[in-house]
């Protein structure tokens, strides 16, 4: 699976001047349990070669070698378990680098300056993480889970002090010291749960956290969390500590897929309702690329599998939505034909600022781009 490490990787990969090849591939299987990457391959290796009959021999050779590569990493390297991967290579050079996903990725090959990274991005920001925990008075599971997958399963137990026989049958006084004692047990369990929490958190970075376990354990465990935690938590549920991880997790699929609907539907109603009051908005591809280069956008929001060509400058480096004579900035050349839509999200990593992405419909209302600002 990816991570948002990984992108920001490939995006601070240093240039070595050779051009790279971004292939992403479709690995799910047909209905009689076939692969098609083959067929698309050989179709843009073929665009490719006529791309290339005029240019220099060696760099005709060098991509077919990159080409080559590929097919030779996916025979040897590819995790049947997997439905999808991104692959990228260097022309002219060996270095490879293949990120296998558990969910499936449209078919398209790029050869560019840079790795090309939407459509990871576009992976990551549609699956977010979740860190589950299963609490009880005794024991602690943590769950680290990205599109149904568990990546880490931890769990901790503890040894629980057995009523002794004298206090129980003492009663009274006795008795209730006992469940004094007890509670205090308890409370501090919790305390080491809480903290190993906050330690699987760093470790694997979840976006959003989800807790399960009897209402009354579900209530005493959570303000133990740092606050920080506390706020991430998106669900919680009733779920027994002994469950399998995988059981767990099926139980939660339906969550998961309804979470991720709501956060989309809420950041397009926020976007269409700052928009339409001119609130600290943009609407347009070409407004959101502009406030992007200027360092004034807080929030990305781009339609699924939204396509279009534009021109960067070759001297600022300036991205334009639309084909121009010349920069509009410094009157530098221009080069056409340049995926405008890739621009807006790289620059959007390359600033951290937050990417949404949301059904091509819903966001036909701000024509497939926008953004919130910071000011
Ligand atoms: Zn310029």
Not at 228 to 235: A, F, K, N, P
Not at 285 to 291: A, H, K, P, S, Y
Not at 330 to 358: H, K, P, S, T, Y
């Amino acid at each position: 699976m990816v991570s948002r490490e990984d992108i920001q990787r490939l995006i601070h990969r240093p240039d070595t001047g050779r051009p790279i090849l971004s292939a992403f591939l479709d690995m799910s299987v047909d209905a009689t349990n076939k692969r098609h990457y083959t067929t698309f391959l050989s179709k843009e290796r073929a665009r490719f070669s006529e791309l290339d009959s005029e240019r220099a021999t060696h760099e005709f050779t060098d991509i077919g070698a990159a080409f080559d590569r590929v097919a030779g990493w996916i025979d040897d390297g590819f995790d049947e378990a997997n439905k999808g991967v991104a692959i990228y290579t260097e022309i002219g050079g060996d270095w490879l680098e293949a990120i296998q996903l558990p969910v499936p990725i449209q078919n398209r090959l790029e050869i560019a300056a840079h790795p090309v990274i939407g459509p990871l991005v576009e992976v990551v920001e549609c699956n977010h993480s979740y860190a589950v925990f299963v609490v009880d008075r005794e024991h602690f599971r943590m769950l680290s889970v990205v599109c149904g997958q568990v990546l880490a399963d931890q769990r901790i137990e503890t040894e629980p002090d057995e009523p002794r026989r004298h206090a129980v049958q003492a009663g009274g006084e006795a008795a209730k010291s006992y469940q004094k004692y007890k509670a205090e047990e308890t409370r501090q369990f919790f305390k080491d749960f809480a903290a190993a929490a906050a330690e699987f958190c760093r470790r694997h970075r979840p976006d959003h956290l989800v807790l399960l376990g009897t209402d009354d354990n579900v209530k005493g465990f959570l303000p133990f969390l740092p606050i920080e935690l506390q706020e991430r938590v998106v669900h919680t549920a009733a779920a027994p500590v002994e469950a399998g991880a995988a059981a767990i997790v099926d139980r939660l699929a339906g969550f998961f897929a309804q979470h991720q609907e709501q956060r989309e539907a809420r950041a397009v109603e926020v976007l269409t309702d700052r928009v339409r009051h001119n609130y600290f908005a943009t609407a347009g591809v070409q407004q959101t690329l502009e406030l992007l280069q200027e360092g004034k956008v807080e929030t990305l929001i781009v339609a699924r599998d939204l396509h279009r060509a534009g021109a960067q400058c070759q001297r600022c480096g300036f991205f334009l939505a639309r084909t121009d004579r010349e920069c509009p900035y410094c009157g530098g050349e221009l080069r056409n034909g340049v995926d405008v839509v890739e621009a807006m999200i790289r620059i959007a990593e390359e600033q951290e600022v937050a990417v949404g992405f949301a059904d091509p419909a819903a966001l036909a209302a701000v024509k497939g781009a926008g953004a919130l600002l910071k000011f």
